[in-house]
C-alpha cells in the first residue's frame, strides 16, 4: 500500500511514510551519536534509504536507487546531516553485475 499522503493513517496498525521517515532518521541518529567519529556500516532497505534521503535533503522523492548501491551519510557536529555520495554501484562494474543485473541501465 503506498499513498501519495505521507502522513496518511495505515489501517491495521502500518505506519505511515512519515512515521517511516521518524523512526528510520531516529535509528540513525542514535548509530551516529553512539558511534561518534568512528565509520560504521548500516544495511537497510530501499524504503529506509529512501526516507533517509529525504529527510536529509528536503526533497519531495528520493529519486532512483539501485540494489546493491553504497549510500555515504554524514553526521556532522553540529548534529546535521550530509550526503557525500548516494546511489553508487560502481563496485560493481569490476564483476560484471552492471550489465548483467541492470540490463546495462545502472544510471540512478
Known amino acids: ?22 523512526r528510520s532518521m531516529n535509528a540513525l541518529e542514535q548509530i551516529a551519536k553512539k558511534h561518534k567519529g568512528e565509520r560504521v556500516i548500516v544495511v537497510t532497505h530501499g524504503g529506509v534509504l ?10 519531495s522523492a528520493a529519486g532512483k536507487l539501485l540494489n546493491a ?7 556532522r557536529d553540529d ?3 550530509i550526503i557525500d555520495s548516494w546511489s553508487d554501484v560502481s563496485h560493481l562494474s569490476s564483476v560484471g553485475f552492471l550489465q548483467r543485473g541492470f540490463d546495462g541501465d545502472a544510471r540512478p
Open 1 to 22: 500500500f503506498f499513498s501519495s499522503q505521507n502522513d496518511l493513517e495505515i489501517p491495521g496498525g502500518g505506519e505511515s511514510f512519515d512515521q517511516l521517515c521518524d
Open 50 to 59: 529512501r526516507a533517509i534521503y529525504m529527510r536529509i535533503t528536503q526533497a
Open 69 to 75: 548501491s553504497v549510500n555515504v551519510v554524514h553526521f
Open 79 to 81: 548534529e546535521t546531516w
